[in-house]
């Protein structure tokens, strides 16, 4: 499970906007961390997230959601192996088969490459991420000062 903690921006009833802070990589992973998984997966640079809630949540309340990561891996395979592995086949084709020239399996291995993309494209959209409400924190009274200081 990857956790991320994110902010309640608006409410629409029990449907809450919600917004991740952005979290810069630490020395250990480089950015490979769960914390940063959900940075690219949800692309936190101010776009927001909908979420139906149990309860009624408020603007400024802090809320943690987990992302199951059973798809992450198969979600990874297309995106970046397929069109990769469409390629290949599609020049050792041109190459073995067809006996093409240099060009023509440049050309073949670029069409590959563009089918393999269409395909996950296509096999990747019918994903569904689960995401869970792990807590709702409550909201913090603001501090004021005191008269004196």
Known sequence: MIEQTMTVIAVKGLRGELQAEAKKPCEGCNGRCGSQVFNKLFKTDKKTLWFDFQEAVEVGQKVTLSLDDRNLVAHSFYVYL??????LVFAMFAALVLEIGEGGQILSALLGGIFGAL???RR???FKHEIKLVKIYPISLPLTQIDGD
Do not use: E, G, T, Y
């Open 124 to 126: 990747v959209s019918q």
């Open 82 to 87: 397929l069109p990769l592995a469409a390629a």
């Open 119 to 121: 395909v996950a494209k």
